[in-house]
C-alpha cells in the first residue's frame, strides 16, 4: 500500500466509525411518540368469573412497575390498550408413566389492540393465546389462571414498550 495514502484511509475509517454512531434506541423509527396509556377494562366472553378485573388490574401495576409509560385516564392518553378474554379451556396436561393426570393447562385466548384515541387508529392488534400449568396435588387452578395472566402480561409490556 502506498504511504501517503495510509492517513486518507484511517481518516476515511474514523469519519464511517463516527458517522456510525448516533442515537441508538430499541423503539422503532426513533423515540416513541407514546408516553402515556389508558388500560380499559378487560371483556370477558368467557363463564369464568371475575378474570376481567383481575387481568386489568395487574396489566394496569405492570405498566406502571415497568415505568416506560405513565397510566392515565383514556382523555389524557397516547395510547388505549383494549383486551377481550374470547375463550378459556381447561385440559390435563402431562399425564405421568401410568397415565394418570398430575397436572392441568389453562388455556386464555385473548384479542388484544392498543389504539390512537386522536383518531381511532390501530397501533397494533394481535390475538394471543398463553397457557399456564398448575400441579394438581400442590395448586389449584387459580395457580394456572396467574401464570396464563403473567405470560399475557409479559406479551403486552413487550409489544407496546419493547418492540423492534
Known amino acids: ?81 383494549n383486551g377481550i378474554l374470547t375463550r378459556y379451556d381447561r385440559r390435563a396436561h402431562d399425564p405421568d408413566e401410568n397415565d394418570l393426570v398430575t397436572s392441568y393447562a389453562i388455556n386464555m385466548y385473548f384479542d388484544i389492540t392498543l389504539t390512537n384515541p386522536a383518531d381511532n387508529t390501530e397501533i397494533w392488534s394481535e390475538k394471543l393465546t398463553q397457557i399456564g400449568v398448575y400441579q394438581l396435588e400442590t395448586q389449584s387452578e387459580a395457580d394456572g389462571q396467574q401464570a396464563a395472566i403473567g405470560l399475557l402480561i409479559e406479551a403486552i409490556i413487550n409489544k407496546t414498550t419493547k418492540s423492534w
Open 1 to 81: 500500500m502506498n504511504m501517503r495514502l495510509l492517513p486518507v484511509v484511517i481518516v476515511s475509517l474514523a469519519i464511517m466509525v463516527l458517522a456510525s454512531c448516533g442515537v441508538y434506541t430499541f423503539t422503532p423509527g426513533g423515540q416513541s411518540k407514546i408516553k402515556t396509556i389508558a388500560v380499559e377494562r378487560f371483556e370477558n366472553r368467557t363463564a369464568e368469573y371475575g378474570l376481567e378485573d383481575v387481568m386489568t388490574d395487574q396489566i394496569i401495576d405492570a405498566f406502571i412497575a415497568d415505568g416506560n409509560l405513565k397510566v392515565v385516564s383514556r382523555e389524557n392518553a397516547d395510547a388505549v390498550l
